[in-house]
């Protein structure tokens, strides 16, 4: 049987600096996957390998036995491997809408002669009812109007994930989804990967927000140094000892 | 419906206004036309974040294109305009491929010297471009008539005529683009091309597309210009020209569609007939050039911003000359 996305010996080196040193591991379909480590483990450069952002220097990443590593971000998005963004990486200047209509780029792909002619109301129409859709998901419906710009931080958390959302991935790759959101908004925003899971949509998720990975995750891979460390559910992973040490340190000085 | 009320009155602004202009007034108003679409189809460019400094001299290559194939191979001439958009669309598609390996500052600066090697090329080479001399004897348009008026294209009036037909056709085309999911793509790719990416748009192949389709349309307009000139030459489609279109396109601002329509229509009047009637024969350049700059530091956001404000309730407007037609 063919592993859903499976990361093979990934390597990344950026100058003298190795920042992932031949990792590999599995996600399995219609898991949420967490991805931690301390700081400058390489969390962030492993995911912009997977998305395509980086070629990586050695090693492959295969999605349903495809290698799909070293292919253009828009390339690996059409495989149905979409991500979000560190930070609020939004367009600004557009609408909570416009933002999501771009989101539904590949499931209703423009025409330009048609557009001209007025050929695509049928098209515009579907767009537009999933882009609404993905804001509904979300909770985003009522500020659809709205310049993204202007949104709360966790509004805008929520509107990366609902673009993402509306281009119906397979494999939604989330980057720090919880930074800036509330208690409240995390738990609200937990349950909707839940939701998305269950819909059979695989996360792989970085996060620094424990409580929350440890809360979610099916199944969690812990790296340091840009090595693989550990791998399993929480509960194995919280008691791991090499995972305590990497975030609090060697074990040496407390014996 | 009171909204169709303010284009009946352009319309007929339109139809009646060359009448009551002298007749280098006249001609005037024919190159505003073309330059209105210039300026609009560079606007569909800056949609992407690009700024190209190729643009006139892609409208040159419409010119030269539309010009050779009636002279060499006696084209009739309104299917040689067609063509010479064509053309010009063509050649832009071929720049694209090193120019869109290249982004903001170093696309700008590869956008001027692809320019440059262009227009070097119609100097170099006296056949079939004419050398440094250009082309000249250009068939015009043949006169036709539609029944309620005649064609005679000897007359600037029926020129102006026949090119703001072509040209609010062509804004019609390039306001649907626009507003079309496309057009939202082209605001993406500016905005934020690696979210755009993300969401599985092929960042290039749009920015090739808007280069693409501003090209043709500027093309069309280059032979628009040629046929009613009747001589080109490679620099009428030099730098400077190039440093009109982008002044009309920042003073008027790039925001809306309106935008360089206005910046362009409005310098045009300035230049061409407040400053002159004054006698500033000699000073236009100067003066041109401190309101260039007056209105940069006070009006950064351009003469749209101004319209914007006197209608706090609407916020797209429609094109202007779009009902020309």
């Keep these: ?255 | 419906m009171p909204k169709v009320v303010p284009w009946f009155a352009l319309l007929a602004a339109l139809i009646f206004l060359p009448h009551v202009l002298s007749f280098s007034q006249q001609e005037i108003l024919v190159y505003l036309a073309i330059n209105v679409l210039i300026v609009t189809s560079y606007r569909l460019l800056t949609l992407t974040g690009e700024w190209s400094l190729a643009h006139v001299v892609i409208m040159g290559v419409g010119a030269y294109a539309s010009a050779l194939l009636t002279k060499m191979f006696s084209v009739p001439v309104p299917v040689s305009i067609l063509l010479g958009g064509v053309i010009a669309a063509l050649v832009a598609l071929v720049l694209s491929v090193p120019l869109f390996r290249m982004k903001g500052f170093y696309f700008l600066i590869g956008s001027f010297a692809a320019g440059e090697i262009i227009r070097l090329l119609w100097k170099r080479f006296r056949e079939p471009f004419g050398g440094p001399k250009g082309i000249k004897g250009i068939d015009p348009m043949p006169d036709f008539s539609i029944g309620i008026y005649d064609f005679d294209f000897f007359e600037p009036i029926s020129y102006f005529y026949f090119a703001a037909i072509v040209v609010a056709v062509c804004l019609l085309i390039l306001w649907r683009i626009e507003k079309s999911p496309v057009g939202l793509t082209f605001h993406a790719v500016h905005w934020q091309d690696k979210l755009a990416q993300a969401a599985g748009v092929n960042v290039r192949a749009y920015r090739t597309l808007a280069f693409t389709i501003a090209s043709g349309f500027a093309g069309l307009g280059g032979a628009l210009l040629a046929h009613y000139v009747g001589t080109i030459n490679p620099n009428s489609f030099d730098v400077e020209v190039m440093v009109f279109v982008l002044t009309w396109a920042i003073v008027g601002g790039t925001a809306t569609f309106y935008g360089p329509i206005l910046g362009c229509v409005t310098l045009t009047i300035l230049n061409e007939v407040v400053l002159r009637e004054m006698g500033f024969e000699q000073a236009r350049p100067l003066i041109y050039g401190l309101i260039l700059i007056l209105s940069i530091l006070f009006m950064p956001k351009g003469l749209e911003s101004l319209v914007q404000k006197l209608k706090p309730g609407r916020k797209s407007a429609v094109p202007v000359e779009r009902a020309a037609e």
């Design chain 1, 1 to 255: 049987m063919t592993k859903f996305l499976e990361i093979d010996a990934l390597t990344m080196r950026f100058g003298g600096l190795t920042a992932v040193d031949g990792l590999s591991f599995t996600v399995d379909h219609g898991t949420i996957h967490g991805l931690i480590g301390p700081n400058g483990a390489g969390k962030t450069t492993t995911f912009n390998a997977i998305s395509g952002f980086y070629k990586p220097s050695s090693g492959a990443v295969r999605l349903r036995g495809e290698v799909i590593s070293g292919l253009k971000m828009h390339e690996v998005a059409r495989r149905g491997v979409v991500r979000t963004f560190q930070h609020s990486t939004l367009f600004a200047e557009l609408t909570v809408l416009e933002n999501a209509l771009v989101g539904t780029h590949m499931p209703f792909r423009p025409n330009i002669f048609a557009a001209i002619v007025g050929y695509d109301r049928h098209d515009r129409t579907g767009a537009e009812a999933r882009a609404r859709e993905a804001l509904e998901f979300f909770n985003l419906a009522h500020l659809a109007d709205n310049r993204a710009g202007d949104l709360s931080h966790g509004h805008q958390r929520a509107l990366g994930m609902a673009v993402a959302y509306a281009a119906h991935p397979d494999v939604i790759l989330l980057d720090e989804p919880f930074t800036g959101m509330n208690p409240e908004e995390t738990r609200v925003m937990m349950g909707l990967m839940r939701k998305l899971r269950d819909d059979g949509t695989t996360i792989l998720i970085v996060e620094h927000d424990m409580q929350a990975i440890m809360g979610l995750c099916d199944r969690i891979t812990c790296m340091s140094f840009g090595k693989w460390l550990a791998e399993g559910n929480p509960d194995h992973i919280r008691h791991h000892p090499s995972v305590i040490e990497a975030y609090l340190g060697g074990a040496r000085h407390v014996a």
